[in-house]
């Protein structure tokens, strides 16, 4: 599956630019990935599944593309992996959750 990005970038003025095009193939063979999110009262939780045993550094941005929270989870294991976060002082709205390993990176949004 193959996925097109471009950004449309508007200037104080009100110039109109346009980012090159890139293509993003997504493999059906990814060993990581983020299988389910939800969100309770003061905490993420997260289920994801790896193939392997790698650690992974799991990052989260808000919607302007700014970190809030950084993380290296050591602990992981072949299947699937919980993993929990305490998100008192949050404030409502959508972030991206990212895990990346040395060979993968894979985001999922979430609503708080």
């Known amino acids: 599956t193959a996925t097109y990005y471009r950004l449309k970038m ?3 003025d009100g ?3 346009y980012s090159p095009i890139i293509v993003v193939k997504k493999d059906s063979q990814n060993s990581l990935n983020i299988n389910h999110i939800y969100v309770g009262d003061n905490q993420l939780n997260f289920i994801y599944s790896s193939t392997n045993y ?3 550094t799991m990052s989260l941005h808000d919607m302007m593309g700014r970190l809030i929270y950084r993380e290296v989870i050591s602990d992981v294991q072949f299947g699937f992996n919980e993993h929990k ?3 008192i002082g949050f404030n409502s709205g959508i972030y991206i ?3 990346q390993n040395e060979n993968e990176l ?3 949004m979430f609503r708080r």
């Open 85 to 87: 976060i305490d998100v």
């Open 10 to 12: 508007v200037d104080i």
């Open 106 to 108: 894979t985001s999922r």
């Open 97 to 99: 959750i990212s895990l």
């Open 54 to 56: 790698t650690p992974l």
């Open 15 to 17: 110039i109109i630019k």
